[in-house]
C-alpha cells in the first residue's frame, strides 16, 4: 500500500475538542439544574421539582393526559431484533430480557418466556418510561449473575435496581458534558467507603434514561414542564371559584332592627340561628325584619378560565387533537388527524429514545460480558398507534379524567382511528351477496 504524505496546505482533521459541552456554570459545572439562567421558576428547580410533577399528577387534567401517554406507549410491543447477529447472542439477550425475537413466531420462540427471580423488560419499562417522562431522567444501576460458575458459564442480566433522582448529590461530568460517574446521598453503612463520603456510581454500571438532554444536563426535561403555567393557572382559579362558592353561593341572613332596639346582639343571634328546614321558624321584635340578602351584581366566570388552561395542557404535550370539538368551539374531530399523527410521532419519540438507550447500556453491555467484540442486536418496538386497545384504552382513561366529552364527534373520530365503519354505514357485499 502506497502511503501518500499529507501537503503542508491542507488543514488536518480535528482530533480534539476546544470547546466545552458540559452547561454548568464556570464555578460548579454540575448545579447547571440551579442556574437561573436555565429555570428561572424557583419551584422547578432540583430538588424542589420533584415534588411540584408529583403535585401536578394530582390533577385530574394533568393525570388524564399524563396517562394516555404512558398508556400508549408501554401498550406497544418490544422484541429484539438480531439481524445480522449471531442467533446465539440474540437468543441469550431475548431470554435474559424476557423479550420476543423479531421474525420469530410465538409458537416457536421460548427465549420471552418469563423466568422466576429474573429480569423483566416490562417491569422495568413501567418505571423507567413514567420517570422519564414525568421527571425527565430515569436512573438504573446493573448487576449481573450468573458466570463463569453458573450454570451454563455466561453472565446473564440478573437485575437494574432502581435509583431514586432524589438520591443523587451529584453528576460527574467530563468535559463534552458525558456522563463519568453519579454519587447518592450517603447512607450509613450501605453507600459510605472509609472516608464517609459517598461511593461513586461509575457510568459503566448505571443506565440513565434522560429526555431532552443538552450537554452536561443529565436531568433532562420533565414532560410536564411546558404543563405547569397553565397547570398553575388552572388550579389558582379552581381555588379562587371555591372561595367564591363558599363566600356568595348562598343568601346572607340580614336582622334589621326595630326603632327602639338599642343593641343588636340579639339580632345578630338571631339571624346567626337561622336554619332552613320543614320545622325552620324565627320570632323577632315588632318593627324588625329579618331579610335573605342575595349578591347584587355578576360573579367572574372562572369556568371558561379553567377550560382554558386545561386544553393548554394537553397541547403542551402535542396533544392538541384532544381540545377539538371542545366546548371552546377549536374545531371537530373529523379535523384531527394532522393533530393525532403529530401526537403519535411524540410518542414514537419517546419510545425510540427509551429504546436507544437499552440498546447501548443494557443490551450491549450484556453482550459485552459473554461475547466482547461481537455485534449486538437492538431492542425495537412495535408501531405505536398500531394496538387498537391501547388506543381506545388511552381515550376511555382520558374520558373519565374530564379532559374529553363523550359526544358524537369523539366517537366519529374513534371509529375512523381504528377502522370502524360510521354508525349508518352500509355493510360491506360478502362473497354469498355478490
Known amino acids: ?78 422484541r429484539i431484533d438480531g439481524t445480522g447477529c449471531n ?39 413501567e418505571i423507567s418510561v413514567d420517570e422519564y417522562l414525568r421527571y425527565g431522567h430515569s436512573i438504573f444501576e446493573q448487576k449481573a449473575i450468573g458466570g463463569p460458575d453458573g450454570p451454563d458459564g455466561l453472565w446473564h442480566l440478573g437485575k437494574l435496581g432502581w435509583r431514586s433522582g432524589r438520591t443523587i448529590t451529584k453528576y460527574n461530568t467530563a468535559r463534552d458534558g458525558g456522563l463519568i460517574s453519579l454519587e447518592q446521598s450517603a447512607i450509613t453503612g450501605v453507600l459510605t467507603s472509609r472516608a464517609n463520603k459517598p461511593t ?26 411546558p404543563a405547569y403555567g397553565p397547570w398553575m393557572m388552572s388550579s389558582r382559579a379552581q381555588r379562587i371559584e371555591l372561595v367564591l362558592g363558599e363566600r356568595a353561593g348562598a343568601p346572607v341572613v340580614v336582622y334589621e332592627a326595630g326603632e ?63 381540545n377539538l370539538g371542545s366546548q371552546s368551539g377549536t374545531g371537530s374531530y373529523a379535523l384531527g388527524a394532522t393533530f393525532f399523527n403529530a401526537f403519535m410521532l411524540a410518542l414514537r419519540k419517546v419510545a425510540k429514545d427509551i429504546a436507544r438507550t437499552a440498546s447501548r447500556h443494557v443490551v450491549a453491555d450484556l453482550v459485552k460480558w459473554n461475547w466482547p467484540g461481537e455485534r449486538a442486536p ?42 370502524i365503519p360510521g354508525i349508518g354505514s352500509a355493510p360491506r357485499p360478502t362473497q354469498e351477496d355478490s
Open 260 to 322: 327602639k332596639e338599642t343593641s343588636l346582639t340579639a339580632g345578630k343571634a338571631i339571624a346567626t340561628s337561622v336554619r332552613v328546614g320543614r320545622e325552620a321558624g324565627v320570632a323577632i321584635p315588632h318593627g324588625a325584619k329579618l331579610l335573605l340578602k342575595g349578591i347584587d351584581g355578576t360573579l367572574p366566570d372562572l369556568d371558561k378560565t379553567i377550560k382554558r388552561h386545561d386544553e393548554r395542557i394537553a397541547g403542551s404535550v402535542l396533544a392538541n387533537f384532544l
Open 378 to 419: 437492538r431492542l425495537v418496538f412495535d408501531e405505536i398507534g398500531a394496538n387498537r386497545d391501547a388506543l381506545v384504552q388511552a381515550l376511555a382513561t382520558l374520558v373519565q379524567a374530564g379532559v374529553l366529552t363523550a359526544d358524537q364527534d369523539l366517537e366519529t373520530f374513534v371509529r375512523a382511528a381504528i377502522g
Open 200 to 225: 461513586p456510581l461509575p457510568v459503566s454500571r448505571v443506565v440513565v434514561y434522560v429526555r431532552n438532554r443538552r450537554g452536561g444536563n443529565w436531568r433532562g426535561e420533565s414532560l410536564l414542564r
Open 1 to 78: 500500500m502506497t502511503i501518500i504524505p499529507i501537503s503542508p496546505d491542507v488543514t488536518p482533521p480535528p482530533q480534539r475538542e476546544l470547546g466545552v459541552g458540559n452547561t454548568g456554570s464556570p464555578s460548579n459545572p454540575s448545579d447547571w439544574w440551579n442556574s437561573l439562567e436555565l429555570e428561572k421558576v424557583p419551584e422547578l428547580r432540583w430538588p424542589s421539582a420533584y415534588s411540584v410533577y408529583d403535585d401536578m399528577l394530582n390533577s385530574p387534567q394533568v393525570a388524564g393526559v399524563f396517562s394516555a401517554v404512558i398508556q400508549m406507549i408501554l401498550g406497544t410491543g418490544w
Open 87 to 125: 442467533p446465539e447472542i440474540t437468543r441469550h439477550v431475548a431470554r435474559d430480557l424476557a423479550l420476543p425475537i423479531v421474525g420469530v413466531s410465538a409458537q416457536d420462540d421460548e427465549t420471552a418466556l418469563p423466568v422466576e427471580d429474573k429480569f423483566s423488560w416490562d417491569e422495568h419499562a
